[in-house]
């Protein structure tokens, strides 16, 4: 959640101060509020409810925003921008069959995983016949690099600095993850690097299990593909070769074939 400082508004040039403002409403939705109004975006953004009204009006204007009654919610326009970012959108394409045969395979959730500026992005899911109900409902969104599989197969994988980051800005825990130390995430990512697969273990009313692995590109894993059901019902040691096989075929894609 970004929150502007006064010392902020008073370094930045006009422009720059005002695109700002508007991102910090923007990256005040997740997946949980979808629709906020006028004193919420204040209190998420750190901005004062007269800029916020005002910018919130603009933000209409150009179709990132939508009005919902008194509430607003985020426009169509950036969904439509999204789809143009191009390394997301051949990711997305060269990801959709191997879902499939995630979720039929399994008959479970299978999802694109994508590392964003503060955290994942879930960016595709595939419910498989018995991933329906209310988990599937669950994975919308972001969540902190710590807190998801996938995220672990980024940090596993990626540069130690990244880690480093991350726990000296604190693990707390995040909805329906409890949280970690230092220590134990590291702990984690080295079984990560053994192993080939990283786990996070969930809870939402049941216990849930997500089991990801490295979708590699150029040298770094750019993704993660999982898999989520409930703990009792996804078998590690008979999935993780079937994730890992879908992982090597996406990167393969990915990198032409080769």
């Known amino acids: ?48 409810k007269a800029t916020v009204h005002r910018l919130v009006q603009e933000l209409v204007t150009c179709d990132l925003l939508e ?39 399994t008959q479970e959730i299978a999802l694109l995983v994508v590392p964003g500026r503060d955290g994942m992005l879930f960016t595709e899911k595939y419910v498989g016949s018995r991933g329906r109900g209310h988990i599937a409902t669950q994975f919308d969104g972001r969540a902190p690099m710590y807190c998801a599989a996938s995220g672990k197969v ?32 590291r702990a984690e990512l080295s079984e990560v690097r053994r192993q080939g697969y990283a786990t996070t273990r969930l809870n939402i009313g049941i216990e849930y ?22 703990t009792g019902r996804l078998d590690v040691n008979r999935y993780s070769p079937v994730l890992l096989m879908a992982c090597d075929g996406l990167s393969r894609s990915l990198r032409g074939g080769r």
């Open 1 to 48: 959640m970004a929150v502007e400082t006064a010392n902020q508004r008073r370094e930045d040039p006009p422009a720059k101060a005002v695109l700002r403002r508007a991102r910090a409403i923007l990256q005040s939705y997740d997946a949980t509020s979808s629709s906020l109004g006028i004193s919420e975006l204040a209190r998420r953004s750190g901005l004062p």
């Open 67 to 105: 009005r919902d009654g008194h509430r607003y919610r985020l426009g169509p326009w950036l969904y439509e921008l999204g789809q143009r970012a191009p390394a997301h959108r051949l990711l997305r394409v060269a990801a959709a069959p191997y879902l499939d045969d995630l979720s039929h395979v």
């Open 154 to 185: 980024i940090l596993a994988f990626g540069p130690p600095e990244r880690v480093d980051e991350l726990c000296a800005a604190g693990l707390d825990g995040w909805g329906c993850y409890p949280g970690t130390s230092p220590r134990q995430l």
């Open 209 to 230: 299990l997500a089991i990801a692995g490295p979708v590699w590109l150029a040298g770094r894993v750019v993704a993660g593909l999982s898999v989520v059901a409930p």
